[in-house]
């Protein structure tokens, strides 16, 4: 697992299905799981101080740089710079589906193409 400071948030990222479920598990049901959407990807998982932010206030930069994460971490090879649709929510909102990795998101679920 990668472990990253950043804007008074911690990011992590897993490397492989594994760390990807453990994180899931580990997860408080406030932090933030990006995923690439419709694909298989890393998991970034980002902690944030809840009395400071919500999912909706969360600084730009700071969604920027954990959807940059996820592609550069995901083991296809994906350029950078490519525009892909990524699916965040809080972990409360998430479920872990029938196959190790796969990930159901709630409806209300928030994407973003960056």
Not at 15 to 34: C, G, H, P, V
Not at 68 to 84: G, Q, V
Request: with cysteine.
């Amino acid at each position: 697992m990668i472990k990253i400071n950043y804007e008074e948030c911690i990011i992590k990222i897993g490397k492989n299905e594994k760390e990807n479920w453990n994180l899931l598990d580990n997860a408080d049901i406030y932090d933030i799981i990006f995923h690439l959407k419709d694909t298989s990807s890393a998991y970034v998982l980002l902690e944030y101080n809840i009395k400071k932010y919500s999912i909706d206030t969360i600084p730009e930069c700071v969604i920027n740089e954990c959807c940059k994460l996820l592609k550069t971490n995901s083991k296809r090879t994906i350029n950078i710079n490519k525009k892909l649709p990524i699916i965040y929510d809080e972990k409360e909102n998430i479920k872990k589906g029938k196959k190790m990795g796969q990930l159901i998101y709630d409806n209300n679920s928030k994407t973003i193409v960056n």
